[in-house]
Structure formats: C-alpha cells, structure tokens
C-alpha cells in the first residue's frame, strides 16, 4: 500500500488509545447497515429493490444485531447516478415506492428498534430539479442561475470552459448550455456527471433550501443523515485553475488547500446543521469526506460538526498488519483529541467489495472497478482475508459501518457485461474505468429462488447476479454453523455483551509478533494472524473465530483472527 513505507518505523506500544465509555450515545458505538435500495430486495417485480421489498426483509436486519440503517438515496431522481442525483428532496422516487411506503418501513423500523438514516445530497441535484430547469430557462446572472454555478466561458465567444476542472467521474467538470433563445450560451458547473449540477453554496437561499429539508426528515422521525461529498460544496472565491488533476485527490493525503474540496466554508455550514440536529433528541450527522490524512479528516467531526465521519483512511489500508496498527493508532488519536467517536468501514457502494480487493496482489483506483479484462480476484484468499478483517473491525472502539452484502462474504461481480453497467464512470470514460456497478449487484436471499435468487419474485434484477453468487444466498448461511453471516452475528453480539464499542482499548505488544497483530478491548483480546504460518494460541476462552471449522486447536491459522476471553 501506498503510504506506508516508513510504518515499519511505527512501534506497538500498549497505551490506552480509548477510554472505556461510562453511558456513550448511540451513535458512538453503533453498528450501521448500509442498505443500497434499488439491490435490497424488490416487492413489485421490476428488477429493481424498493421500499415495499425492503419493509418485508426488516427482520433479517434485526437478527443480525445491527443498530441502525443508512439508505442511499431513494428520493425523485432521473437515476444517471443511481439516485445520487436528486429531483425533489422530499419526494420518494416511484422506482422506490411512495411517501406512505417510506412512514410504514420508518414505524416497522421503529417497532423493531431499527434506527432509520437517510442520505441527503448536498453538493448537487438532478439537472431534472425544478431549480436547475429554472435556471435554464431565466437569463445569465439571474436569481435563478444564481443557486447554481453558471459562468461564461473563455476564449473569443465563450466556446473554452470557465476553467480547467475535471469531473470526478472523467471529463470536464463544465458543459455550456444552450440559451432559451437558441443561442449557444453560459457553462454551467458539476464535479460529478453533467446531470448533477452544483449548487452555488455563496446563495443563502441554497442554505435555507437544505435546512428546510433537514427539518422535513427530521420531523419525520428519521435518526439522522449521512451527507453526500461532505467535503464538497463551498469552492473557492474566482473559481482558480488547479494544479492538481481530481483524479489525485479524492481521499489523497492533502494538507494544503484544493478549489473544491474541504475549503473552510464547508465548516461554517455543517456548524448550521448541527444546530438544527441538536434541536431533536438523539439525531446524528455522517460525513462523507474524502479527505486525508486523518488529522485534516478530523476538523469535520469537532464537536458543534458531524457527530461522525467515515473513516476512509482505515477502508483503504487493506489486511496489513504495519497498516492497521498506525491507522487504528491515529484514528483514536485524531479522533480522541477533538471528542469524536472513530468510525471503521471496509466496503460501500463506491468501493470494490472487501473480500475482492483483499483478492487481488494490488487494489485499483477508487470507482475504477473491475472488469472482465482485468486481473481477477481470488475468491477464496479474499474471502478467508476479508472475513478475518471484519473480526479485526467489529472488535474496535467506535462505530462500524457494513455495506450490504458483506455479511453474506458477497464478492464484487467482476466479469459484468459493459451493456448492463449504469455507472456515470463507464461512460464518461468510454470504458476505460468500468466504475462501480460491481459492487451494487442485487442480494442472492435464496438459493432456489428464480433467476435473481430471492431479490425479485419473478427473477428479474436490474444488474444480472453472477453465477458463484448460487453459492452465497442468505437462506444457505442461516443458522449454518463457520457461516459468513453467522460470524457477522455472533460479531456483533459478543460485541454487544462485552461493551466493545465503548470500551477501553489498546494494542497488546505482549500478545503480537512479528506476523500478528492482538489488541486489548474491555476483557476481550482480538488476535489476527496476517504471516504464512499458524500461531500458538495465548490462554483465553474462545468467543469467537472466523476459522470455518470453529476449532481451533491451541492454534491460530494465518488469516484469521479469533476473540477470546481473557
Ligand atoms: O461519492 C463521492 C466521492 O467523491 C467518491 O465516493 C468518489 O470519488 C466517487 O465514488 C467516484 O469514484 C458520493 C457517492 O457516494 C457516490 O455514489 C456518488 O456518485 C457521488 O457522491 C456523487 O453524488
Ligand atoms: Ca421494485
């Protein structure tokens, strides 16, 4: 791994890192469900999951121990980046289902003690908002342009881009517009695809627009949201040229300053929200900031900000045993100095599925995925690695996020077809980085259930599941004893009985060697073994293994991690 080079420098040493947490809120130590709404499950047979499919599989959420659930976005949206491009804030997508179907799955939730977190959508909307089309139709410098980043372009008639900004997802970050008079006119600005244009965050009436929606959702009951590009909105005064392409810095090591990402207004918004959060009991705020290293990640959950921020810096370590021991070290440290609890994430649905990267000798780009022409995982050393990871996970101090499907060891669909692919990537690189869809592949829940196993009554699915997916359906896992998802309930229960998201922690020297890794947590010592050989086991009683036998024979395998009592 990148970034890593000196680690070796980096000594275990076996100071408390976290102290143990007395009566902590909710969210410091939850374990949050990323549910990714069009692959959950689909009720109406259209291929596509919605909300009614995903109220009647609540309770295997439940059965799995997990606290809350973090949907992506279902609201009105085209869908050119899979609801990520949003229409109407307040209205469910009918793909989705209605506004009544999202009120019975928040009181079945509810009925459950499921916490519900929805995903809002900041840094951009739809080109499909009765905003953007507004802005369309009214002239240059209009109040309407103005929720939006419209400039004229350069060279003798404006045909040259206002400046050199890329897209996240390739291309220019600028497409000029046709005037209502015909003409061809202004460019408008979207870091993303060009049907997600970015709001102009200088506009106090895009301020008042979000909070208006904060308070919708919130009055609604919802527990929280999880915000999109956290670290976007606010761009620099002048728009300037950059000097570095986007291509390097999403979740690049950057302490200097970028024209998009991270300027210091993004602050003075999240402070906004919180305010209005606070006025709720117990709602909670999850930033998606791509930014690093952690120290500069931690400025978005001081306390009057986000409550949490994903920790992308630990997803992007991969199964190292140097790596995790500086990442975890400086998560709780960073963290720890501002207040806020660290939260640990391994997939979602912009990232190659865990048990697939940990696969592969190497990991490519964020969001340039895997395709049939690339190098392919192997399955086996990727599951037995990831699963070993997600012990090391569930064990830390914190709040754990899982993305749906892990639980089940889902690999990434790596041989997809490019005519099925939807990601905004794909085609904006005319294939050259096959994007994201991959890991958004519809849930096998049954084995013997149609074409789409158990996603869809009638077989359909909007992304066809690949064949090894036969072998992962939940119904086969159910109470099948080394299973993947019994692991991940048995995790997350002993997680539960011995306190460990508020617990007291810290690295075991005594108990690592050269090629594992053991930490303290509470009374429970988690030990992974990253080297070629098997280790002694030290004294304990077994809680928990990832070894599929469950045995353990006075010895630890490599790649594995066990938890034992001490
Ligand atoms: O992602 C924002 C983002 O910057 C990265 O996740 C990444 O650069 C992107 O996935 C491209 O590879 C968020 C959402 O999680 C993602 O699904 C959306 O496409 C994006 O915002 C735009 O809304
Ligand atoms: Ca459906």
């Known amino acids: 791994m990148p970034g890593l080079m000196c680690s070796k420098l980096f000594a275990m040493e076996a100071t408390v890192l976290h102290k143990s947490i007395k009566s902590p809120e909710w969210w410091r130590t939850a374990v949050i469900y990323q549910i990714y709404p069009r692959s959950f499950a689909d009720g109406n047979g259209d291929g596509i999951g919605d909300l009614v499919g995903t109220t009647a599989r609540l309770e295997s959420l439940k059965s799995l121990g997990i606290d809350a659930i973090w949907f992506s976005p279902f609201f009105k949206s085209p869908q050119k980046d899979a609801g990520y491009d949003v229409a109407d804030y307040k209205t469910i997508d009918p793909l989705f289902g209605t506004n009544q179907d999202f009120d019975d799955l928040l009181a079945k939730a509810k009925s459950l003690?499921?916490?519900?977190?929805?995903?809002?959508?900041p840094n951009h909307s739809s080109e499909e908002h009765e905003l953007f089309k507004a802005a369309l139709r009214a002239a240059p410098g209009s109040a309407e342009r103005e929720m939006y980043v419209f400039r004229d372009g350069k060279g003798d008639n404006g045909e040259l881009p206002p400046n050199n900004w890329e897209s996240v997802f390739g291309g220019n970050a600028w497409t000029r517009i046709t005037e209502p008079d015909g003409t061809l006119g202004q460019w408008y600005l979207h870091i993303f695809d060009s049907s997600q244009p970015d709001f102009n965050w200088e506009n106090p009436k895009v301020h008042a627009l979000f909070e208006d929606v904060l308070r919708f959702w919130l009055d609604k009951g919802v527990a929280g949201f999880r915000i999109d590009v956290a670290h976007g909105m606010v761009k620099e005064i002048g728009l300037p040229d950059v000097k570095?392409?986007?291509?390097?810095?999403?979740?690049?090591?950057?302490?200097?300053?970028?024209?998009?990402?991270?300027?210091?207004?993004?602050?003075?918004?999240?402070?906004?929200?919180?305010?209005?959060?606070?006025?709720?009991?117990?709602?909670?705020?999850?930033?998606?900031?791509?930014?690093?290293?952690?120290?500069?990640?931690?400025?978005?959950?001081?306390p009057d900000e986000y409550h949490q921020t994903f920790n992308f810096g630990y997803l992007e370590t991969g199964w190292n045993k140097e790596g995790l021991l500086k990442v975890v070290t400086d998560s709780l440290t960073e963290f720890g100095k501002v207040g806020a609890p660290s939260t640990w994430v391994l997939s979602n649905h912009d990232v190659i599925r865990h048990v697939s990267r940990y696969g592969l000798p190497g990991v490519p780009p964020q969001g340039d995925g895997i395709g049939p022409n690339s190098e392919q995982p192997d399955e086996a050393i990727g599951l037995r690695k990831g699963r070993a990871a997600t012990a090391f996970m569930l064990g830390l101090p914190g709040s754990s996020y899982i993305y749906q499907g892990e639980e089940l060891g889902l690999p990434e669909h790596t041989t997809l077809d490019g005519k099925y692919r939807e990601d905004p990537t794909w085609f904006r690189t005319k294939g050259q980085r096959v994007g994201r869809d991959g890991c958004r592949v519809p849930l096998p829940w049954e084995a013997q259930g149609g074409a789409s196993r158990g996603f869809s009554a009638n077989g359909k699915s909007w992304l066809p599941q690949p064949d090894s997916y036969a072998r992962y359906a939940r119904d086969l896992q159910e109470g099948v004893a080394g299973s993947t998802l019994e692991l991940y309930k048995r995790l997350i229960k002993v997680r539960k009985d011995h306190l460990l998201g508020a617990g007291e922690f810290k690295f075991s020297p005594d108990h690592s060697s050269d090629t594992t890794l053991a930490y303290i947590n509470n009374d429970v010592l988690v030990l992974s073994n990253f080297g070629p050989d098997s280790v002694n086991l030290p004294a304990g009683k077994l809680l928990v293994t990832t070894q599929h036998d469950l045995t353990i024979e006075g010895v630890l395998e490599n790649d594995q991690t066990v938890w034992l009592q001490i």
């Open 244 to 302: 570095v392409p986007v291509s390097q810095t999403v979740g690049k090591d950057r302490e200097t300053e970028h024209p998009f990402w991270g300027q210091e207004g993004v602050h003075e918004i999240i402070r906004d929200w919180r305010k209005i959060v606070d006025e709720y009991d117990d709602r909670v705020m999850c930033a998606e900031a791509w930014v690093l290293p952690l120290s500069r990640m931690a400025k978005w959950v001081r």
């Open 113 to 121: 003690e499921l916490k519900i977190i929805v995903d809002l959508v």
